[in-house]
């Protein structure tokens, strides 16, 4: 079966930064679009970044524009989200998934996307 481990979450000192990593196993996670959500307590669930099938382009939430960068590791099957500058805002739990459909990248909606993984927590402290 398809599964996603997330991991990397920890608690980071605004300003910092993190490393988050998505492994994918099942099925190679370079025939298919990657994307990253987050949810804060209280709030709705949030595109954050995504990376195209094969790596052709990248995708990111305004609210993170130019600080975070989203990757892949082939040689690990992973897809890596390098997260610099944190803020406050920027506390959730974030999860991995992927779309159904392979070779296509269906955009910041997440009812497209039907693997998940566990998810990883990050906490940003002032």
Not at 34 to 44: D, N, T
Not at 63 to 76: A, L, M, Y
């Amino acid at each position: 079966q398809v599964q996603l481990v997330e991991s990397g979450g920890g608690v980071a000192q605004a300003g910092g930064s993190l490393r988050l990593s998505c492994v994918a196993s099942g099925r190679a996670s370079d025939t298919y679009a990657v994307a990253w959500f987050r949810q804060a307590p209280g709030k709705e669930r949030e595109f954050v970044a995504a990376i195209d099938w094969g790596g052709e382009g990248t995708h990111y939430a305004d609210s993170v524009k130019d600080r975070f960068t989203i990757s892949r590791d082939k040689d690990k099957n992973a897809v890596l989200m390098q997260m610099s500058n944190l803020t406050l805002e920027d506390t959730a739990h974030y999860y991995c998934a992927t779309p159904y459909i392979p070779k296509w990248y269906p955009g910041p909606d997440w009812n497209y996307y039907d693997r998940w993984g566990q998810g990883t927590q990050v906490t940003v402290s002032s």
